[in-house]
């Protein structure tokens, strides 16, 4: 196992590095077991320290979390709570889960040209973020996927009827569902 501590133009003492890395290994060995990768971003947002925690629990799956203080031990205790809440909301099934893998398919975010479709002043520019592999998932292992890894949404092939499905997080808290075999 091996975690990465890094900082965002400042640099990361190494009392803090050790900090982190000594509780984030205790927590991880606890609930987890042996994980792949971590990674620890800090970052300062004007007078808040940011820590984003990235704990890759198989190759398939990578649990994130976000915390913010004015103090930086703060913050990441922030985001090893919220890490930490995750993971026992889901150990069980993290621990029982085989992975799968991918099947070859993957999803690309790419730059859309925009003035070809429409050239209105308030009319979004979609930028590219980055390349997802799709997994076969139940909805439920779609749905502790779109928890654990604090996504707005996930895209994954149904185990079920090998279509593509969506979930995603509604405005109410809820998750939502779109499965386009499903007929009205």
Known sequence: ???????????????????????????????????????VHLSKDHHEFVTDLAVHVSKNLVVHSKGRDSDAYKSFSD????????????????????????VGVSANYF??????????A????????MTHDIHHLTVSEAVMKLDLADSPVVMFRNAGNDQLNVVY????????????????
């Not at 590095?17 to 984030?24: G, H, M, N, P, V």
């Open 1 to 39: 196992m091996s975690i990465h501590v890094a900082g965002h133009q400042m640099d990361v003492g190494d009392s803090l590095s050790t900090f982190i890395q000594t509780e984030l290994k205790a927590l991880l060995d606890k609930y987890v077991g042996e994980t792949h990768e971590s990674q």
């Open 79 to 102: 985001a090893l709570a919220k890490l930490e809440t995750r993971v026992k909301k889901y150990r069980s099934r993290l621990r029982d889960r085989k992975r799968h893998d991918a």
């Open 111 to 120: 730059v859309v040209n925009h003035a070809a479709e429409d050239s209105g």
């Open 122 to 129: 308030d009319t979004p520019v979609v930028v590219a973020e």
């Open 169 to 184: 997080r509604r405005k109410d808290g809820n998750v939502g569902w779109i499965d386009p075999s499903k007929h009205v």
